[in-house]
């Protein structure tokens, strides 16, 4: 892949995320974003929760600017930790699983996915099918 994320790649990603929310029966919101976390592609399945249109974008955003998972975010964001409060210090960071940065074949981050509308866990399974996607 190359070192910036085109729309390719993030159809790639999107279809891969999309195509595993249907086989677990969720529907979602998917976002796919550049490294800068500007938008590149989305989608909301039919039925997906239309208040989670947002927080897929956010933990898209998240994951690419903060380069690692919203998960990991999160532990690192909890009481007594590190990053204690990070979430309201930069505009709408999110501190729950869904989030998954993107990598090119070097290891550098080029943007991210973000789902939203499920479970946390469905959202990460779902956001980690759709990285997968492209490596």
């Not at 677990?24 to 399945?45: C, E, K, S, T, Y």
């Not at 903060?66 to 309201?88: C, D, R």
């Not at 989030?99 to 973000?114: I, K, R």
């Amino acid at each position: 892949m190359a070192t910036r994320l085109n729309l390719a790649h993030a159809r790639t990603v999107l279809d891969a995320a999309l195509a595993k929310a249907v086989q677990i029966g969720q529907p979602m919101n998917v976002a796919v974003v550049d490294d800068g976390g500007h938008l590149i592609a989305f989608a909301r399945q039919d039925g997906a929760i239309l208040g989670s249109i947002d927080i897929a974008v956010k933990k898209a955003r998240t994951a690419a600017l903060l380069k690692m998972t919203t998960e990991e975010l999160g532990k690192a964001a909890a009481p007594g930790s590190p990053l204690y409060g990070i979430e309201v210090s930069n505009g709408g960071l999110i501190i729950f699983g869904g989030g998954v940065p993107l990598t090119d074949s070097h290891g550098d981050v080029v943007g991210a996915v973000g789902v939203s509308a499920g479970t946390v866990d469905q959202d990460q399974t779902v956001a980690h099918a759709g990285a997968d996607a492209l490596t």
